[in-house]
């Protein structure tokens, strides 16, 4: 990437388009490298020159073009997960299923794969006949293989649930396979750093703080420099005795704030850290840092949140507008419901707090008009 970039020739004659990408290359290298500041400046350059390239849409249309011209039979699983990509964000339904189906003929195990062909309205049953189901010699199937084609079955299912709308089918589904396969993860590959500051927080709500406290521990052995290690350090400061409070929370926001300096796009760590603010009574910091993620998410968390924090400084209005937009994008979510109903009850002069008794005694004493006649 280096070289390419400092090539004089490359510099002066190449196009916007080639310097972009060569832009990119040299800093996929520098983010390797763990050099991220030089890594983010490269990115912004290479980003000014693809202002230049032409839009996006013929821009995907040649991309096509040039993947288009390699024979079907050349491309590999990349390329077909590539152009199922590109089709789809062209809204070119039938050439993107096809696409995501030769992913799942090169690897059955390409959940992205899965995940897409169940969004665009492909059948569960279709999608079973893409899976490893060919038996042994002997008419019976190895065991590992019989196993995993079952979970991927049960899988697919789930995913084709979710796509139609049945959430009740899928969490049925996706909780037999939770049961299939309980706290599997880490005895499975216990270098595994994904997802690991979600467990983080699962354990900080279960006060299993003898857990959190060793998958700190490790992670923190694995790779110190990722965001889901922070992030998990920031639970763990947090989850402390209250004693140290106030210096807890101080640490658990450099960690939140280190996350997000080492990946930006982290709405876990910003939601966070947003709660942090609100704690400390910074709610226009709290609703800053919030707004910024609007621009790039729709994710209904993030409209509870900032629901919550207004609704804390008495600005209703917004608060009702983020409760329906949460409920817009997630119907279920039941903190938007809750919150949405605590919120009608203030704006209506309601103690939301109040027992539902009294309303019941009200009722009561409007239910006689007969008696009140003979008054």
């Known amino acids: 990437g280096c070289f390419l970039v400092s090539s004089s020739s490359v510099s002066n004659e ?36 693809h202002k230049i390239v032409p839009r996006v849409n013929s821009t995907t249309r040649s991309s096509l073009s040039a993947m ?33 189906k030769e992913c799942l003929r090169h690897c059955p195990y390409v959940i992205e794969a899965i995940t897409a062909l169940a969004e665009l309205g492909v059948q569960a049953k279709d999608i ?31 995913q084709c649930c979710i796509a139609s709308n049945d959430y009740k089918g899928g969490l049925e589904l996706f909780s037999e396979l939770l ?36 998958l700190v ?44 300096r080492l990946e930006p796009g982290y709405l876990g ?17 709290a609703v800053t840092l919030l707004e910024r993620y609007l621009k790039d998410w729709a994710d209904d968390s993030l409209h509870v949140k900032l629901a919550q924090v207004f609704a804390a400084t008495n600005m209703m209005q917004d608060s009702l507008s983020h409760y329906q937009s949460a409920l817009r994008i997630n119907p279920l979510n039941e903190a938007a419901k809750k919150g949405l109903e605590r919120l009608e009850k203030l704006m209506k002069g309601v ?18 008009p007969e008696e009140a006649e003979l008054l």
């Not at 196009?15 to 290298?29: I, R, V």
């Not at 199937?141 to 697919?156: N, T």
């Not at 760590?269 to 910091?285: D, F, I, K, P, S």
Request: charged share 30%.
């Open 128 to 158: 079973f006949l893409l899976l490893p189901q060919t038996p042994s010699r002997s008419g019976r199937p190895p065991f590992d293989q019989f196993e995993s084609s079952r979970w991927l079955q049960r899988y697919v299912e789930a």
């Open 179 to 214: 049961q299939r396969f309980p706290n599997n993860v880490r005895s499975i590959d216990p270098y595994v750093v994904t997802y690991m500051d979600e467990y983080a927080m699962l354990l900080k709500l279960k006060s299993d703080l003898p857990k959190l406290n060793k």
């Open 351 to 368: 103690d939301p707090d109040a027992p539902e008794e009294e309303d019941n005694d009200v009722d009561d004493g409007d239910g006689d």
């Open 269 to 285: 760590a910003a939601l966070a850290l947003a709660e942090l603010h609100v704690m400390e009574g910074r709610n226009y910091e």
């Open 14 to 49: 190449t196009s916007p388009h080639l310097k972009a990408e060569y832009l990119a290359l040299h800093g996929d290298a520098l983010l390797r490298d763990k050099e991220y500041r030089r890594a983010i400046h490269v990115y912004k350059q290479a980003l000014q020159y």
């Open 68 to 100: 288009e011209a390699i024979p079907s039979k050349a491309r590999n699983l990349q390329m077909n997960l590539l152009m199922g990509k590109l089709y789809r964000y062209s809204k070119h339904i039938r050439p993107c299923i096809t696409c995501y």
């Open 217 to 260: 521990h490790d992670l923190l052995t694995i790779d110190p420099a990722r965001p889901e290690v922070f992030v998990a350090l920031s639970v763990l400061w947090e989850r402390k005795d209250d004693r140290a409070a106030l210096t807890n929370v101080e640490k658990a926001k450099k960690f939140y704030e280190s996350a997000l």
